[in-house]
């Protein structure tokens, strides 16, 4: 079952999320999010975020072949 937390300030609602995962791998990333002044928390929202960015396309990928290009040898209005 997951329980919204929301924010206030126009930030995203949170919602909570259990996992299951290798102790020592528990560990190691504690460490590390300790390491940048960082939650566990925000250090595995981050790391989410960046596999799910990865499906989107990039500006290029996503515009690529939308435009036609300008008429030649006319002025400029």
Known sequence: M???MT???NRAV???LTI???QQVLQQA???ARSQGVSLSSLV???LRGLADRDLPSFAEKWRGKF???PSGGSRR
């Open 14 to 16: 949170k919602t909570k």
């Open 68 to 70: 036609m290009p300008a």
């Open 45 to 47: 929202e981050d790391a």
């Open 7 to 9: 924010r206030s300030h």
């Open 20 to 22: 299951t995962v290798d």
């Open 30 to 32: 504690k460490r590390h």
């Open 2 to 4: 997951t329980v919204p």
